[in-house]
Each structure stands twice: as structure tokens, then as C-alpha cells.
């Protein structure tokens, strides 16, 4: 396993077009987060998942954008009529959370995807 | 809400000086801090979290509740010591909530 990865690593697109982007967690791992990260900032948290249920959606995240974890395995973060506020590198995060326990606060990060917008 | 501030964008030590890496934070409840480490080209990483009270490539870290701050220290910094140090505060069971603060850029000059 090679940790959690993203694809595509860089995407630049004009501004009105459809992103998707993909981010394969680490296979045992049942949570799944997304973060937005801009210039000289610390990630954002957008939403995330445990298993097939997104259970917490930022307000960061608007009605053009949506996640979805199908099959509790992949996740896809699409944006739909993009602007150029939302260039950015959007970073895709998994964890173990033991059931009824607390999570260890260790979230495994992919390389994330860079997205420019034009 | 819970707020994380990291005051320095920018952090310029020797080698072999001691390093301090400042991160406040604001919540009234009981947090879990973190400090996350991305070393050029490589991805975020966990350095260390304060409920481990652990040691990590010679980095510590001490949740003072009282100042509400989770600094980063280290007594003697080494030229792989260079990265970005995020600051992170979560408030839920499940870490869900994690919020990192803006970062800090730390070199260590030969």
C-alpha cells in the first residue's frame, strides 16, 4: 500500500468547467476527510466520511460542490461551474477509527490535487 | 469555534540553535493538539500530538492550558529540521473537526 493518492495531481481548467477529483485512501482505513488548502494557509476541512456516509459537510463546501464515498472505498470531490476562487490545492486525508473509540488524531495525507483555475 | 493561530509565517535558526515554534489556540473546552510536518516534496505528516506527551526527532511539545498554547520545541535544530510545521486542534472524539492553523515555515542554515 502506498498511502492514500490523488489524481489527478494537477488539473487547470477555465473557469465555468467541471472538476473532478479522485482520492484512494489507504484500504483499511474507514475514514475518509477532505481539505481545501490555499496559498500561505493551513488546510481547511470540507467534509468527510465514515464509510459510505458523508457525515459532516463544511460550510466552506457550496452547492457546487459534492463528494461522494460510493462503495465506503474511493471518494470523488467534484466542483461544478468552477471560479477562480476556488484554485487551490485540495488535499484528501483517511484514517482507523476503532468503533465507540476515540480516534488517535493521525490523518494520512495524499499529495494532493492542484487545481487552477483560468 | 476553535481557532489555531501560528504568529511567525517565517522561522530562520541555525544549526545546533535551540527552536521554537509557537502555536495559540482558542477554545474554552478541552482540546486534543497536534503538530503535522511537511517536509519539502512529501506530504503532511503527523509529527506528534500532545496526549502521546512523546518525543519525536527530538521535538516536544507542552499543552499549557492556562496561556492556551502548544508550542514546539526542540534544543537543537538540524538542517532536515527544514519544513513547514502546521499546528492542529480538534474538539470531537473522532478528530473530525481537526483545525489547522496557517503554518510555519521553518529553515535551519547550515
Known amino acids: 500500500d502506498t498511502g492514500v493518492s490523488q489524481d489527478p495531481r494537477h488539473k487547470i481548467t477555465k473557469r465555468g468547467q467541471n472538476v473532478t477529483f479522485r482520492c484512494d485512501p489507504i484500504s483499511e482505513h474507514n475514514r475518509l476527510y477532505w481539505y481545501r488548502q490555499t496559498l500561505g494557509q493551513g488546510p481547511e476541512f470540507l467534509t468527510y466520511?465514515?464509510?459510505?456516509?458523508?457525515?459532516?459537510k463544511s460550510r466552506l463546501l457550496s452547492d457546487r460542490f459534492s463528494a461522494e464515498r460510493p462503495k465506503g472505498s474511493f471518494s470523488t470531490l467534484e466542483i461544478q461551474r468552477t471560479e477562480q476562487g476556488d484554485s487551490a490545492m485540495y488535499l484528501c486525508a483517511s484514517s482507523y477509527s476503532v468503533p465507540g473509540g476515540r480516534n488517535t488524531g493521525e490523518l494520512f495525507f495524499g499529495e494532493g490535487s492542484r487545481l487552477t483555475v483560468l | 469555534a476553535q481557532r489555531v493561530t501560528q504568529p511567525e509565517k517565517l522561522l530562520s535558526v541555525f544549526k545546533g540553535a535551540p527552536v521554537e515554534l509557537k502555536c495559540n489556540y482558542s477554545?474554552?473546552?478541552?482540546?486534543?493538539l497536534f503538530w503535522y510536518v511537511q517536509y519539502s516534496r512529501q506530504r503532511l505528516q503527523l509529527l506528534l500530538r500532545?496526549?502521546s506527551r512523546e518525543s519525536i526527532k527530538g521535538f516536544t511539545a507542552d499543552l499549557n492550558k492556562g496561556e492556551t498554547s502548544f508550542h514546539l520545541k526542540k534544543p537543537f535544530a538540524q538542517e532536515e529540521d527544514s519544513a513547514m510545521y502546521y499546528c492542529?486542534?480538534?474538539?470531537?472524539?473522532?478528530?473530525?473537526?481537526?483545525?489547522f492553523g496557517a503554518g510555519t515555515r521553518l529553515t535551519v542554515k547550515p
Open positions: 477554545y474554552s473546552g478541552s482540546p486534543e
Open positions: 500532545h496526549i
Open positions: 492542529a486542534l480538534s474538539t470531537r472524539t473522532y478528530n473530525n473537526d481537526m483545525r
Open positions: 466520511f465514515q464509510n459510505e456516509a458523508q457525515l459532516e
